[in-house]
């Protein structure tokens, strides 16, 4: 499969940051059923969230093309209702609005991924450094894939992308933003107008 090179790279060395800032950090969080050049959407989080126990243990022996691939079959898994994250169920509802269609008929249409390829000490802000290494990375997944166009989510991404020059299509609130956006109705409305502007509806 033509990710399988890329991301095993990628993964290698904690994707660039120092194993000591960042202990335990492993690699999760991309995944399209798609093809290169076919993908219309490409969207961004800013970076995993912890990993789960049985994560960790997958994880452990793993290296190269090998862990590319559990890491890729194990996103899949948990976008598709196993296991899935309070970000993925919310990011879930969002691709099937934004396609105007049930999710289950989107999978080769988008693709998502990270800015920032490492999992921070409980979820706090990445430093510029790791930003600048995951913006490298980006750039050049970006490239792979040829997306028709390419969704930050939450302002902490775009401002991370477009400060190394990273391509930003639109912008989003983050799945896990709260505050005004649990507003009923609210995050929808938003999703809508960002539906029109990217020429999906």
Not at 41 to 65: R, S
Not at 141 to 149: D, F, N, Y
Request: hydrophobic share 45%.
């Amino acid at each position: 499969m033509p990710f399988v090179d890329f991301y095993a790279r990628m993964v290698a060395g904690h994707h660039g940051a120092q194993p000591d800032s960042y202990p335990g950090s492993v690699p999760r969080g991309f995944f399209t059923a798609g093809q290169p050049g076919a993908i219309r959407l490409m969207l961004v989080l800013l970076n995993p969230g912890q990993p789960a126990p049985h994560e960790a243990a997958v994880f452990k022996d793993a290296t190269g093309a090998q862990l590319a691939r559990i890491v890729w079959e194990m996103s899949g898994q948990h976008l598709n209702g196993g296991h899935p994250s309070p970000t993925l169920r919310t990011m879930r509802r969002d691709i099937a609005q934004l396609f105007g269609r049930p999710l289950d008929q989107c999978g080769g249409l988008f693709m998502f991924t990270n800015l920032v390829r490492v999992t921070t000490a409980g979820n706090s802000v990445p430093d510029a450094k790791v930003v600048r290494i995951g913006a490298d990375w980006l750039r050049e997944e970006i490239a792979l894939w040829r997306p028709e166009k390419v969704l930050a989510y939450g302002k902490e991404v775009a401002f991370g992308m477009l400060s190394h020059g990273v391509r930003v299509d639109a912008l989003l609130p983050h799945p896990a933003a709260v505050g005004n956006w649990l507003i009923p109705g609210r995050r929808e409305a938003q999703v809508a107008e960002i539906r029109k502007y990217l020429g999906f509806a």
